[in-house]
């Protein structure tokens, strides 16, 4: 069964400093990884994708890294701002039937000033 | 996020009561999908739609049905609530076959009591 895991559930950062999320995915055969960020009550927009030759890709303060033999994953957010809370969910596309998606449960982030 | 609309943005119903969500579109793609998100779990799919004529069910179908009205139309029906379906409903677009792209609408919060 395909999964994907992400490690914390939440945490807390103060403002300015740098925190990393973690993916660990069984998705298989692999398509290609995004992460997510879902504000309260909005829906999940995309922050990067990247396909199984790629093992970094930036935007903005966001980076994300990908390890294929691993199976894993890791976004990075650095300096920190108030508007990077909220939940960052990694979601792995399957090479089959239209690339259906499986989501982890996400990583919730609170920035405090 | 206006590109995919979503309505009610919210519905408060009861136990045995026949619901339609409704998701509308501006970014003329083909595909659309229907998710469900409960506290703590990823989103699931319910049902996908890759043209009019194509209608698929995803993991948790039971106790919904949809319907693709038009290309830029996609309604999912709870033809009974049951107060486990209570959730945020999430519509996404894909136009990207490679990738599977997709973006979310605004989400519609449900509560069936």
């Known amino acids: 069964k395909n999964q994907v895991e992400q490690s914390p559930q939440s945490l807390i950062i103060l403002e300015g400093k740098n925190c990393t999320l973690q993916c660990n995915y069984t998705v298989s055969p692999f398509s290609n990884l995004r992460w997510y960020k879902q504000d309260t009550g909005r829906g999940p927009v995309s922050l990067t994708i990247?396909?199984?030759?790629?093992n970094t890709k930036s935007n903005g303060r966001y980076t994300a890294t990908l390890d294929a033999d691993t199976k894993q994953s890791s976004l990075h957010i650095t300096a920190s701002q108030l508007s990077d809370s909220a939940s960052y969910i990694c979601v792995v596309s399957a090479q089959a039937a239209g690339n259906k998606l499986t989501f982890g449960g996400g990583t919730r982030v609170l920035v405090k000033p | 996020d206006a590109d995919v609309t979503q309505t009610p943005r919210n519905r408060i119903t009861k136990t045995g009561k026949r619901i339609m969500l409704e998701c509308s579109q501006t970014?003329?793609?083909?595909?659309m999908y229907w998710y469900r998100q409960d506290p703590g779990l990823g989103l699931r799919l319910i049902y996908y739609s890759f043209d009019v004529k194509d209608i698929n069910k995803g993991e948790i179908s039971d106790g919904y049905s949809v319907s693709r009205q038009a290309q830029a139309k996609f309604s999912l029906s709870l033809e009974s609530a049951i107060p486990n379906q209570t959730a945020l409903y999430f519509c996404?677009?894909?136009?990207?076959?490679?990738?599977?792209?997709?973006?979310f609408g605004p989400g519609t919060r449900l509560t069936v009591l």
């Open positions: 990247m396909t199984f030759s790629e």
């Open positions: 970014k003329g793609h083909d595909r």
């Open positions: 996404a677009t894909s136009g990207d076959r490679a990738y599977n792209e997709q973006f």
